[in-house]
């Protein structure tokens, strides 16, 4: 059965936003870095610690992805990526200290990214696209910039007017 061209453009609007959604998990931490420093009484390098386990976390697995998605499926790996950032954002806001704060970022954050964007939202969509595949994947790889674009100003506001604790409830949730 063939695919019509329009639902592939579907496909890859929502994979888009898929991709934004989950890019506003890493793009969000620089917004919240501050109000996090005084609600943990820590200095802003203690806090950017979390940033270099998550960093560390992604090159790493992102190693493991593509086995996964060979011997899994790559709707099953991007779905995994999705609960474990969901739940790391629903957990965050409990953490007792900046070191849990950082092993859940950086740990289950990581790995959850990892699964969910990057290799995962490439491979899925350069197997939906014979033509215009160059053209599918640069509109995708722009889903980190067009997030950055669209959520700053939300990013920048929320910590002051909802809290970071709240924010990431709501976008666990979501």
Same mark, same amino acid.
């Given at each position: ?28 931490? =620089? @917004? #919240?870095?501050?109000?996090?420093? &005084?609600? *943990? ?9 979390? /940033?270099? +386990? ?7 697995? =992102? @190693? #493991?992805?593509?086995?996964?998605? &060979?011997? *899994? ?9 999705? /609960?474990? +950032? ?89």
């Amino acid at each position: 059965m063939r695919t019509s061209p329009r639902m592939k453009w579907f496909v890859l609007l929502f994979t888009f936003v898929f991709a934004i959604g989950m890019n506003s998990f890493r793009n969000s931490f =620089q @917004f #919240f870095m501050l109000p996090m420093a &005084d609600a *943990f009484h820590a200095d802003r390098s203690l806090i950017s610690v979390s /940033v270099s +386990i998550f960093m560390i976390t992604t090159g790493i697995v =992102q @190693f #493991f992805v593509g086995f996964f998605i &060979d011997r *899994f499926s790559v709707r099953k790996i991007m779905a995994l990526g999705a /609960v474990c +950032i969901s739940a790391s954002f629903l957990v965050l806001p409990y953490s007792p200290n900046v070191h849990v704060f950082s092993a859940i970022y950086g740990v289950l954050g990581g790995i959850g990214y990892s699964c969910a964007v990057g290799v995962t939202t490439q491979y899925f969509i350069s197997r939906w696209f014979d033509r215009h595949k160059g053209l599918a994947l640069a509109i995708l790889t722009n889903a980190n910039s067009a997030g950055l674009l669209l959520l700053s100003p939300i990013w920048a506001a929320a910590p002051y007017h909802a809290g970071w604790q709240s924010t990431y409830t709501i976008l666990g949730i979501v």
